[in-house]
């Protein structure tokens, strides 16, 4: 069955960096966007970034220019780079993978970023 595993997440001070993985199986995963999205408390869950199998990104606007997805084709792997990190980015964050743009046919089991201020 397909399983997306979600890490990388932690506490960090703001203006700090993060990078989260999504190990990907079960899929074919160079036929599948890529994406993460994130929830926090009290909030509904949000795209963050997606990419698409043939390399396009996109990013919500909270995060356009700090915030950075990619995929390894190669490892079966997605990654989001994130950078200049600020308190409301605090949430968990969830991988998915699906067809659609943004894709949310498949979820990871999410990891928790913390910002502190």
């Known amino acids: 069955q397909v399983q997306l595993v979600d890490s990388g997440g932690g506490l960090v001070q703001a203006g700090g960096s993060l990078r989260l993985s999504c190990a990907a199986s079960?899929?074919?995963?160079?036929?599948?966007?890529m994406g993460w999205y994130r929830e926090a408390p009290g909030n509904e869950r949000e795209v963050v970034a997606y990419i698409t199998r043939g390399g396009n990104t996109n990013y919500a606007d909270s995060v356009k220019g700090r915030f950075t997805i990619s995929r390894d084709n190669a490892k079966n792997t997605a990654y989001l780079q994130m950078s200049s990190l600020k308190p409301e980015d605090t949430a968990v964050y969830y991988c998915?993978?699906?067809?659609?743009?943004?894709?949310?046919?498949?979820w990871g089991q999410g990891t928790q970023v913390t910002v502190s201020s």
């Open positions: 079960g899929l074919t995963f160079s036929m599948n966007a």
């Open positions: 998915s993978a699906g067809f659609t743009t943004p894709p949310a046919r498949y």
